[in-house]
């Protein structure tokens, strides 16, 4: 147990009476307090590390200056000593981010996204668990593989016009995860403490599960059927699903058939009549024009993630949403969105609720956005992956007292800058405004003891035990490429994919 000065108890109980207040305030407070206590090895220099973060002028451009700001008072030796070697408890702090209020959508529920975001380190060769991370490059076909830690990030998102999120998980996946089986495992560890800490309860409406279309959208529905959770995630275009099976006609010859007929998305002959239509006005893509057809299903094949499967494989029924709009902000030509919906028998109201709940999946871009160019996430040099987990939970800790503090920030504009409203400021302007809401709530840390500087490597003797080197992953379980020195031929013209 870590031994606290009578300066450092007198802090302890000022929180303590800080956190039992109501209102933001007593969030942050209480949020503040717990994060304190996830920490049981060099709490006081991460803690502070977090605050320096938070109270940073400008973006964070280097690590070791933020040994310079005022609320970090332990250096940059104690700095990089809290990273190399701190402690952090992550099952208490990730029940710790379920505890306090979360946003829910226009109908109640909790609408919950999933994307991974990469920490590209292409020069770190001294760094192990590297996996190549597809990037998107400024031009036509420069999409290119970098080496990096990827990251699963699963937030609460929130209704209204705002980027605002709740970042409630994170995981790094390591070479040979499977993404699928990951994601599913996340999902339900982090369903699993909302449903301990009461954010659902048994007549609530089912928590929505929102991804983009590099997720295997029926295989998480069946990986997570026994919960109260649904799944919505967009598909390619390139996609065929399957109509559900006709009645057997007495006396027919041959094998049940176990599909119907085939519905592809690039053509609109094998359509039908869609079971919902609906038309909306919105504020910034014009007329949408939303159709939904009903129980579709993919086929499925024992390969890929259903190598391991048991058994006959299942039939998957969801609902099939395209959506239609007339512009796009950007001013680019807008195409189609396929959208595939775990339920069944949707009225045209629900229809409408999740395509406008999948466009708000976008937000969870705008928090990577601000965790690595404002919060600066990716800008350590940190060598271990284990130090990388350390570094992205406490970003992830700043962002959230950043949400906490939305109540309590004042605007501190700039004179180009127009006003906005307490309830409309963005994470950087009440970024702007912590210092002064730190002043207030106050801070667990102890004063820094008296130290001098190490004495270093002495002049003149190189480094004798140089570190090593980590080759990069590139086969994992779900990228199973060809040998490098087999040839392959591109088809000339593309195939719709016929199986899940």
């Known amino acids: ?231 919505l995630v967009r598909m390619r275009s390139d996609r065929v699903l399957r109509r559900p099976t006709p009645a057997h006609l007495p006396g027919t010859r041959g094998r049940p058939r176990r599909h119907g007929d085939e519905f592809v998305f690039g053509d609109p002959t094998t359509w039908g009549e869609p079971d919902v239509s609906t038309h909306t006005d919105t504020r910034l893509y014009g007329p949408a024009l939303a159709r939904a057809w009903d129980r579709l299903h993919p086929r499925l094949t024992h390969r890929t993630a259903w190598t391991t499967h048991l058994g006959k494989l299942p039939i998957i029924e969801g609902t099939v949403i395209r959506l239609d709009v007339t512009r796009l902000p950007s001013g680019a030509i807008p195409k189609p969105v396929w959208l595939w919906h775990s339920s069944t028998d949707l009225d045209p109201t629900t229809v409408d609720l999740l395509w406008q709940a999948f466009l708000r999946r976008f937000d969870i871009e705008h928090t990577f956005r601000m965790l690595k160019q404002t919060l600066g996430w990716t800008i350590p040099k940190l060598r271990t992956p284990e130090q990388g987990d350390r570094w992205t939970w406490l970003i992830l800790t700043a962002y959230t007292q950043l949400r906490l503090a939305r109540g309590l920030a004042a605007d501190l504009r700039r004179p180009w800058e127009k006003t906005a409203k307490p309830n409309r400021l963005t994470p950087a302007r009440v970024r702007r405004g912590f210092r002064h809401i730190r002043t207030t709530i106050g801070s667990p840390t102890s004063a820094p003891k008296p130290t001098r500087t190490g004495p270093g490597r002495p002049a003149g003797h190189p480094n004798q035990r140089p570190a090593t080197r980590h080759d990069v992953h590139i086969v994992t379980s779900t990228d199973q490429r060809k040998p490098r020195n087999s040839k392959t031929t591109k088809a000339s013209t593309t195939r719709p994919r016929r199986t899940g």
């Open 1 to 231: 147990m870590r031994q606290k000065d009578d300066h450092n108890q007198g802090l302890q109980l000022i929180s303590v009476h800080d956190a039992g207040s109501a209102g933001p305030s007593g969030d942050l407070a209480r949020f503040r307090w717990e994060l304190y206590q996830c920490l049981p090895r060099r709490a006081d220099a991460l803690f502070e590390l977090v605050d320096a973060v938070l109270c940073a002028d400008g973006p964070v451009r280097s690590l070791p200056e933020l040994s310079l700001v005022g609320e970090h008072r332990r250096g940059h030796g104690g700095l990089y000593a809290g990273l190399a070697h701190g402690q952090l408890d992550t099952d208490r702090l990730r029940r710790a981010l379920v505890a306090g209020p979360l946003p829910r959508a226009a109908d109640g529920r909790l609408v919950l996204a999933v994307d991974i975001t990469c920490w590209l380190r292409p020069e770190a060769h001294t760094s192990p668990q590297r996996i190549l991370c597809h990037t998107y490059g400024r031009g036509k076909d420069t999409h290119i593989m970098v080496p990096g830690w990827p990251y699963s990030v699963i937030v609460a998102l929130e209704a209204g016009r705002s980027s605002w999120t709740a970042p409630l998980d994170a995981v790094r996946l390591a070479p040979g995860d499977d993404a699928a089986t990951v994601t599913a495992n996340q999902v339900r560890q982090v369903v699993t403490r909302l449903l301990e800490a009461g954010h659902w309860r048994t007549g609530d409406p089912d928590i929505l599960l929102v991804a983009d279309a590099g997720y295997d959208g029926p295989r998480l529905a069946f990986l997570l059927r026994d919960l109260p959770v649904i799944v």
